[in-house]
């Protein structure tokens, strides 16, 4: 059976699926003050950063419209699956049902379903393996929409910022607070709810140590990872997620770990420093 796959662009990309007509990147909008960045192919990370670190608002984000999602469903493949961001953290979950659903009005006939990641960057592109892994395996449409939920239900997604200006522009931290974390390189350790919200799980001194820590947790609540691969996303600090993949292949020895640096959402998130683990 033939499968078509879109990811919202807070989930990144592998190299070869950005080659592969089976799997479609949707856009969010980036805004930073008054400029307004669209998350392609065209976006400049670098550029980006700066930025954001020099604008005093925080930045914001806009989710695909749903007319951007019934573009992404009009092909011809039997099985279309859509991945979005939690549907905690952004409207795009919604969007793209909206879409489904405009869309089937239409096309009465065609089989289409929308995943809730709970999650967010490396989390999108686990759900989108997940997929295909089934699709290779000869599943049907139902039964790849049962496994993957099941696979979602099991998964947790973890992060740890090196900058925590977004968090205080957004006001999710005050500015004393910020200040005095910034003062004494205190780093937050964060984590995803089971409903794909963000919480913070510990804090540490110092970005290794906040990343010991890290590991500790995702041992902890992952499961079976030993059969699972691990996504490591960092943004713009490759040093930092190959230490975090050595400490992950000693610890908690997964089948696989895929790396990657993040694409303009998760960039927003994450800020420049930050690594995202989901596994």
Known sequence: MSYKITIDSCGELLNEW????RVESVPLTLMVGDES???DQTFDQKSFLKKVAECPECPKSACPSPECYMKAYENEAEHIYAVTLSSE????????VLGKNLYLEEHPEKKIHVFNSKSASGGESLIAMKIIECENKGLSFEEVISTVDEYIEEMSTFFVLENLETL???GRLSRVKALVASALKIKPVMGSTPEGNICQLDQARGMNKAIVKMVNHIGEKGINIQSKTVAITHCNCPERARMLEEAIRERLNPANIVVMDTAGVSSMYANDGGVIVAV
């Open 168 to 170: 205080r522009k957004n």
């Open 18 to 21: 950005k080659e592969d007509e």
């Open 89 to 96: 953290l952004s409207g795009s979950y919604n969007s793209a």
């Open 37 to 39: 960045i669209i998350d």
